[in-house]
C-alpha cells in the first residue's frame, strides 16, 4: 500500500470519529485544552501504527488509543492517581438509590434534554474515572459492552460492573444536586 492510498485510508476510517474521540478524552481530562492534545497525539499514535489495523470498525480501535493516551497523559501531566479506591460511605449511599428503569430519569434521557445538560455534564464530572468512562462509552458513545471491553482492555464483566455502579454514582449525584447538595458526592 503506497503512502498516499495508506493515508487516505486512514482518513476514511479514523476522522469520522474524531467527535467520539474528543469527548471521551475531554471525559477523561476534565479540561478542553487536555483533550485537545490528547486527541492530537492519539492521532499520531494511530497514524504511525495504522499499518498493523486490520479491522473494519476503525470506533474501538481509535477509541483505545484516546483512552491509553489519556491515561499515559494524565498521569505524566498531573501525576493524576488513577486507581480509584473503594469508598465505603459513597458505594452505600447508591446502593440505596434504585437506578431508574423509566426513559425520562436514565442518564442518556437527561443528556438528551438540553435544559438539563448542565446538570448531567456536573453530575457525571463527580464520578471516578474508571465509571465516567463506562458511562461516556455507554450512554454518551453508545459503544456495544464488547466495543467498551476492547476500548478499556477489560472482560465484559467488568464493563458491566462498572457501567452499572458507575449509573448508580451518577443516579445518586443528579438526585443530590435536584436537591440542592452543591458538591454533589
Do not use: C
Request: hydrophobic share 40%.
Amino acid at each position: 500500500m503506497t503512502d498516499e492510498s495508506q493515508s487516505r485510508r486512514f482518513q476514511e476510517i479514523a476522522l469520522p470519529h474524531l467527535d467520539a474521540a474528543y469527548n471521551l478524552a475531554r471525559w477523561l481530562a476534565r479540561n478542553d485544552a487536555d483533550a485537545q492534545d490528547i486527541v492530537q497525539e492519539a492521532f499520531l499514535r494511530a497514524f504511525k501504527s495504522f499499518s498493523g489495523f486490520r479491522g473494519t470498525s476503525g470506533r474501538p480501535w481509535l477509541l483505545a488509543i484516546v483512552r491509553n493516551t489519556s491515561y499515559t497523559w494524565l498521569k505524566a501531566r498531573r501525576g493524576a492517581q488513577l486507581e480509584v479506591p473503594y469508598d465505603d460511605e459513597v458505594e452505600n449511599e447508591a446502593e440505596g438509590q434504585p437506578y431508574p428503569a423509566d426513559r425520562e430519569s436514565n442518564p442518556e434521557a437527561i443528556l438528551a434534554a438540553s435544559e438539563e445538560r448542565q446538570l448531567f455534564d456536573a453530575a457525571l464530572e463527580t464520578l471516578p474515572i474508571e465509571f465516567r468512562e463506562a458511562v461516556v462509552l455507554r450512554d454518551v458513545e453508545e459503544l456495544s459492552y464488547k466495543e467498551i471491553a476492547s476500548v478499556a482492555a477489560i472482560p465484559i464483566g467488568t464493563v458491566m460492573s462498572r457501567l452499572a455502579r458507575g449509573r448508580r454514582l451518577l443516579f445518586a449525584a443528579l438526585t443530590r444536586m435536584r436537591e440542592g447538595s452543591p458538591h454533589g458526592m
